[in-house]
T-cell receptor, first 116, second 115 residues
């Protein structure tokens, strides 16, 4: 079974700064997907960014980018030019891609606070 | 984009009663849906995988007789918490994945309080 570890329970940065959230995972599989989800106070889960394990190029979505290190099983999220609306819980998640319909395995989350 | 609707958004019920939560995929068909549980300030834990037209698959430690799942159509899955107890109070979230995507869409969640 896979596990996802987020070692930063909470982080706080000033608006416009860059912040990096860490995530490591453990799996014996070689084909999988990794995700970062944002959960604001409304508790609606919002997909931030996703990465296929077979792709070497790091995924980027506007101000959000990842540093995917497959050998190290690391998947960190970088948020550039942080905004007040980025304040939320951020969850790293893993999904096996070997077929079927496996659910997501989530890390414990990082509470990100953007200070004005 | 893919939308998943979940109802009710919150419910209060008495101990011993049952409560049903609905999860609908509004603009896509979902042969599989997923039910998660989230305790306050904690992560989402997968409870079960709901399969259209067949039995749900439950994660280890989840009581299938307490958390009844029905997936009778390609757009609707229901979770029924039977004989609810205060310890069942939690936030329940469903999700589904469009066939053409490997990403998941989540419902807005249901806050269940058992008194």
């Amino acid at each position: 079974a896979q596990t996802v570890t987020q070692s930063q329970p909470e982080m706080s940065v000033q608006e416009a700064e860059t912040v990096t959230l860490s995530c490591t995972y453990d799996t014996s599989e070689s084909n999988y997907y990794l995700f970062w989800y944002k959960q604001p106070p409304s508790r609606q889960m919002i997909l931030v960014i996703r990465q296929e394990a077979y792709k070497q190029q790091n995924a980027t979505e506007n101000r959000f980018s990842v540093n995917f290190q497959k050998a190290a099983k690391s998947f960190s999220l970088k948020i550039s030019d942080s905004q007040l609306g980025d304040t939320a819980m951020y969850f790293c998640a893993f999904r096996y891609s070997g077929g079927g319909a496996d659910g997501l395995t989530f890390g414990k989350g990082t509470h990100l606070i953007i200070q004005p | 984009g893919a939308v998943v609707s979940q109802h009710p958004s919150w419910v209060i019920c008495k101990s011993g009663t049952s409560v049903k939560i609905e999860c609908r995929s509004l603009d896509f068909q979902a042969t599989t849906m997923f039910w998660y549980r989230q305790f306050p300030k904690q992560s989402l834990m997968l409870m079960a995988t709901s399969n259209e037209g067949s039995k749900a698959t439950y994660e280890q430690g989840v009581e299938k007789d307490k958390f009844l799942i029905n997936h009778a159509s390609l757009t609707l899955s229901t979770l029924t918490v039977t004989s609810a107890h205060p310890e069942d109070s939690s936030f329940y979230i469903c999700s589904a994945r469009p066939l053409e995507s490997y990403g998941y869409t989540f419902g807005s969640g249901t806050r269940l309080t058992v008194v």
